[in-house]
């Protein structure tokens, strides 16, 4: 089924800050693997439109899209779907969405058709604390540290065939910031840092890529484990 269950932004590309939009060529890359790294201001939005009515993904060739009504993919959002945006890039922001069930999806999307999010109410520190999951598995346990105010931050991370995979584990005490928390671990030798954002109910992570064997990150959008 090409339906895809999105969590939109709504608004005009008026109302998105200059200071969001790209307009590099590399920029024209939305996709999975970036899409956690791209950004330090991530934003909710919601589709626009009468009940039912779609807002289609757009590709990310470089060459002419997202712009070229050839890039229009089969994958599509319905109004009041739910998005989180990284970017925008001319008349189109970079978004993503997860569904229920299943993988998640990213691409751009007209920014005609999202409603931006109004402020979001700052975090306290116990929406931080649970377990957090992406839907390839990896996984963060956030807990209450002895020190007031700081978390224990854990996680596993494997990539890799099954039967010999490398693996990536996090072990760490922080203390948020506001809607971010950063740290940094010594990890195979190597300095891991990451960075973690809290956007509505989505952690969105990314690290340098040096939290653990070869190919293995925890970079991702993170849901709450129920």
Known sequence: MNRIV????????????????????????????????????????????????????????????????????????VANDQVIVSRTLGKFACSWFQPRRGSGTTG????????????????????????????????IRIRTAKKAGELDITGEATAGPAAAPNMGELDHTAKPSGDTMKF???????????????????LIVDDNLNCGGHNVSFSGVYRKKR
């Open 108 to 139: 751009w999307i007209e920014t005609e058709r999202l409603a931006w999010t109004g402020t979001i109410k700052p975090p306290g520190v116990s929406d931080w604390i649970g377990e957090w999951r992406t839907d390839g598995g990896i996984f």
């Open 6 to 77: 999105l969590t939109a932004f709504a608004a005009s590309l008026l109302a998105v800050p200059a200071s969001a939009q790209s307009t590099d060529k590399a920029d024209h890359f939305c996709r999975d693997g970036y899409f956690p790294r791209e950004s330090k201001a991530y934003r909710l939005a919601t589709i626009k439109g009468a009940a039912g009515a779609r807002a289609y993904f757009h590709d990310d060739d470089p060459d002419k899209c997202p712009a070229d009504p050839s890039c229009r993919l089969k994958t599509y959002v």
């Open 184 to 202: 940094a671990d010594e990890a195979d030798g190597g300095s891991c840092a990451v960075e973690m954002q809290l956007v509505g109910r989505f």
